[in-house]
Nanobody, 117 residues
């Protein structure tokens, strides 16, 4: 069974940085699987923040472009989300999962990011 464990969240002031990690275990064929980082703010639907292909190509939502950077280390079955110049509107629970909706695994608990103004 696949398990996705996110970590690295916390409370940070606006303009600060955080680095989130997502470790995948189980039968996910991580090294060949495009992964996505998602977030869900209170009262809002979960949204895609950005994605990374197996080869390391990335795409980002307009709201985070130029501030967030996704990377991955396939040997560790881990993907990272580097978040810089954080804004209060980035406050949310952050998740990772397989990018393709039909292939997504059970969602982990996510990691809370709170940005104070």
């Amino acid at each position: 069974q696949v398990q996705l464990v996110e970590s690295g969240g916390g409370l940070v002031q606006a303009g600060g940085s955080l680095r989130l990690s997502c470790a995948a275990s189980g039968s996910i064929f991580f090294s060949i699987t495009p992964m996505g980082w998602f977030r869900q703010a209170p009262g809002k639907q979960r949204e895609l923040v950005g994605s990374i292909t197996s080869g390391g190509n990335t795409n980002y939502a307009d709201s985070v472009k130029g501030r967030f950077t996704i990377s991955r280390v396939n040997a560790k079955n881990t993907t990272y989300l580097q978040m810089d110049s954080l804004k209060p509107e980035d406050t949310a629970v952050y998740f990772c999962n397989v990018l393709t909706a039909s292939l997504q695994r059970s969602w982990g608990q996510g990691t809370q990011v709170t940005v104070s103004s």
